[in-house]
């Protein structure tokens, strides 16, 4: 794939350098049977450094995973090598089994059926606790 032009797909922007490893298994982007290109380390004259995600297919990309784990990304939808859509990211409010709560004590631990559902309790802090046994999470 030529990763400088897309021309159907989705683009994240705008990725906190490092975070693109996270957002790929938290996107579930290793199950994608089309190109992902990863970019680390990208010179970004706003952000210092940062990463980008291109995905060769029109992918319907969980927003609140991306919120959680970086809300200040962009997703670009590209259609024949058009920029059709920008996405604003924004920490969502709740998580519904995203990520999976620490707390050996927790229900969600012993009940294998259970949502994993996280509230956020911080947003400045972009802190998230468990709904049922109020484990926080970064
Ligand atoms: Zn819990």
Do not use: W
Request: some cysteine.
């Amino acid at each position: 794939m030529n990763i400088d032009s897309i021309r159907n797909g989705i683009v994240i922007d705008h990725i906190q350098a490092g975070n693109s490893m996270r957002i790929y298994q938290l996107l579930g982007l290793d199950r994608l049977a089309c190109s992902v290109a990863i970019i680390k380390n990208c010179k970004s004259r706003k952000m210092g450094r940062k990463d980008i995600i291109k995905i060769d297919e029109d992918f319907d990309v969980n927003l609140d995973a991306l919120g959680f784990v970086d809300p200040n990304v962009t997703v670009s939808v590209i259609r024949d090598g058009q920029t059709v859509e920008k996405r604003k990211i924004s920490p969502p409010e709740r998580i519904v089994n995203v990520i999976r709560c620490n707390n050996p004590r927790c229900i969600t631990t012993t009940e294998p059926g259970l949502d994993h559902v996280f509230h956020l309790t911080d947003a400045e802090r972009g802190q998230y606790r468990c709904a049922y046994c109020d484990a926080a999470r970064q």
